[in-house]
């Protein structure tokens, strides 16, 4: 059974940084493209940061410079840094996984952590 499970989140300055994770299994997740979709507090599912089996990155443009995806394949977990947070970061972050590319239709989810930014 495929399974993604998060951490990291969290009530956070705004100013400040976390460190998100993502440990997955029940499938081979290494060979996945893996990422995180956020929702924030009355907002839609927007993606913001994919990651390929070979470490290759991809970001939403609101995000650009201040987040950073990666992954180790040997623990089957991916992470995701977020610096310079912003009250507008505020958000449930979800990890996903995907055959293809990570987008907001990706067939794996977990349950999400929740990043709270106070101003």
């Known amino acids: 059974q495929a399974q993604l499970v998060e951490s990291g989140g969290g009530l956070v300055q705004a100013g400040g940084s976390v460190r998100l994770s993502c440990v997955a299994s029940?499938?081979?997740?290494?060979?996945?493209?893996m990422g995180w979709i956020r929702q924030g507090p009355g907002k839609e599912r927007e993606f913001v940061a994919g990651?390929?089996?070979?470490?290759?990155?991809y970001y939403a443009d609101s995000v650009k410079g201040r987040f950073t995806i990666s992954r180790d394949n040997a623990k089957n977990t991916v992470y995701l840094q977020i610096d310079s947070l912003k009250p507008e970061d505020t958000a449930i972050y979800y990890c996903?996984?995907?055959?293809?590319?990570?987008?907001?239709?990706?067939?794996?989810w977990g349950q999400g952590t929740q990043v709270t930014v106070s101003s």
């Open positions: 029940g499938r081979p997740f290494s060979r996945y493209d």
């Open positions: 996903a996984a995907d055959a293809l590319v990570v987008t907001i239709r990706s067939a794996y």
């Open positions: 990651i390929t089996w070979s470490g290759s990155t």
